[in-house]
């Protein structure tokens, strides 16, 4: 039986989607309960109740919700070019869901373990927004296209800050694999020894940046019910909508991965002497997902001219700003060198 899945085609294959099947399905279970603990805090802020009626404290909201999309009509408007129109969700969830595929869980616990992760990752999201083009451009309606262009235009800005944050931490680390950035900060002071501490005010803009490259409040200006009455996403009903839903989510908890790989240590635990492992990423992850939450509950929606001068005239100098000190930090062992020693007792 071992040599059918090592030495032919089929097992090979057989064992391939097995593997994906391991990270996707329990992916998609697990948003259903982050998108209800989404809406409990949301409420909670907000002092009301929130979902609780289907099932035990509402637990089982979303898949109430799963089942009213699916069996609900798709309706095209009048005009729209059909085969575009149903792509669009499609290419958004997919985009958003093979970036997992280089996402280490644990040490090994990784579907492909590539030297360049974060450029497939740094590629693959910037691929999402053709999806969102897509369906604004096919749905043919003017407030749809328009809140395809703002999400272009939003997710390009702050794709360049990202990108100038993570190339800082490359820097320090000397690779582009996840797996070896999370064991460049293991040391010997737990959580002293990650990233958040000498990179904090990166951590800071990349947690903005990502909110912004998700569309989450306060940028969620492509989706702004009160100016483009829901955006892209408006002639949209049933399944199609629910890939969008879906797809949106999965990237939000793509960047709370990336959050804890880049700069919380990934799976290593905070506190020297307990064992790593898996149960430490979700934690972080967690955490991650929560700030967002509380994010969107709590702050009022950017003006879309303000949303674009805070990418190109604070994010993008800080950020490049940034590099050029790491870079210089790192050729002449002014910081990073000491920082190695001193987390590693060295």
Same mark, same amino acid.
């Given at each position: 039986m071992a040599e059918f899945f090592q030495n032919t085609n089929l097992g090979i294959f057989l064992v391939i989607v097995f593997q994906i099947l391991l990270v996707v399905v329990p992916l998609l279970v697990a948003l259903a309960f982050l998108m209800y603990a989404d809406r409990k805090?949301?409420?909670?802020?907000? %002092?009301?109740?929130?979902?609780?009626?289907?099932?035990f404290y509402g637990l089982m909201q979303s898949f109430a919700d799963f089942l009213k999309y699916i069996v609900k009509e798709v309706v095209f408007p009048a005009g729209a070019d059909k085969v575009v129109f149903l792509?669009?969700? *499609?290419?958004?969830?997919? *985009?958003? *869901?093979?970036?997992?595929?280089?996402?280490?869980?644990?040490?090994?616990?990784?579907?492909?373990?590539?030297n360049v992760a974060i450029l497939y990752v740094f590629?693959?999201?910037?691929?999402?927004?053709?999806?969102i083009i897509m369906g604004g451009w096919a749905s043919?309606?003017?407030?749809?296209?328009?809140?395809?262009?703002?999400?272009?235009?939003?997710?390009i800005s702050y794709e360049v800050s990202i990108g100038l944050?993570?190339?800082?931490?490359?820097?320090?680390?000397?690779?582009?694999?996840?797996s070896d950035i999370v064991r460049a900060q293991d040391g010997d002071f737990g959580l002293l020894s990650w990233y958040w501490l000498p990179h904090f005010p990166m951590m800071f803009l990349f947690f903005i940046s990502a909110l912004a490259?998700?569309?989450?409040?306060?940028?969620?200006?492509?989706?702004?019910?009160?100016?483009?009455?829901?955006?892209?996403?408006?002639?949209?009903?049933?399944?199609?909508?629910?890939?969008?839903m879906i797809g949106e989510l999965v990237a939000?908890?793509?960047?709370?991965?990336?959050?804890?790989?880049?700069?919380?240590?990934?799976?290593?635990?905070?506190?020297?002497?307990?064992?790593?492992?898996f149960l430490w990423m979700v934690l972080k992850m967690l955490f991650a997902?929560?700030?967002?939450?509380?994010?969107?509950?709590?702050?009022?929606?950017?003006?879309?001219?303000?949303? %674009?001068?805070?990418?190109?005239?604070?994010?993008?100098? *800080?950020?490049?700003?940034?590099?050029?000190?790491?870079?210089?930090?790192?050729?002449?062992?002014?910081?990073?060198?000491?920082?190695?020693?001193?987390?590693?007792?060295?």
């Amino acid at each position: 039986m071992a040599e059918f899945f090592q030495n032919t085609n089929l097992g090979i294959f057989l064992v391939i989607v097995f593997q994906i099947l391991l990270v996707v399905v329990p992916l998609l279970v697990a948003l259903a309960f982050l998108m209800y603990a989404d809406r409990k805090i949301w409420a909670a802020v907000q %002092m009301r109740r929130g979902p609780n009626v289907v099932g035990f404290y509402g637990l089982m909201q979303s898949f109430a919700d799963f089942l009213k999309y699916i069996v609900k009509e798709v309706v095209f408007p009048a005009g729209a070019d059909k085969v575009v129109f149903l792509l669009a969700p *499609m290419i958004s969830l997919v *985009m958003a *869901m093979i970036a997992w595929a280089v996402i280490p869980f644990n040490e090994g616990w990784v579907l492909a373990d590539i030297n360049v992760a974060i450029l497939y990752v740094f590629a693959i999201s910037s691929l999402e927004v053709y999806g969102i083009i897509m369906g604004g451009w096919a749905s043919n309606s003017k407030y749809p296209f328009l809140g395809s262009l703002r999400s272009a235009a939003q997710m390009i800005s702050y794709e360049v800050s990202i990108g100038l944050i993570i190339i800082g931490v490359i820097i320090s680390t000397g690779s582009m694999n996840f797996s070896d950035i999370v064991r460049a900060q293991d040391g010997d002071f737990g959580l002293l020894s990650w990233y958040w501490l000498p990179h904090f005010p990166m951590m800071f803009l990349f947690f903005i940046s990502a909110l912004a490259e998700t569309n989450r409040p306060p940028f969620d200006l492509p989706e702004a019910e009160s100016e483009l009455v829901a955006g892209y996403q408006v002639e949209y009903s049933s399944t199609p909508f629910l890939l969008f839903m879906i797809g949106e989510l999965v990237a939000v908890v793509l960047m709370c991965a990336l959050v804890s790989l880049l700069f919380l240590g990934g799976w290593l635990s905070p506190i020297p002497g307990l064992p790593d492992g898996f149960l430490w990423m979700v934690l972080k992850m967690l955490f991650a997902f929560f700030i967002f939450s509380m994010v969107k509950a709590i702050t009022p929606r950017y003006r879309y001219d303000q949303l %674009m001068r805070l990418g190109w005239k604070v994010f993008l100098p *800080m950020s490049l700003g940034w590099v050029v000190f790491v870079s210089f930090a790192a050729k002449f062992d002014w910081f990073w060198g000491a920082f190695a020693r001193w987390t590693t007792g060295g």
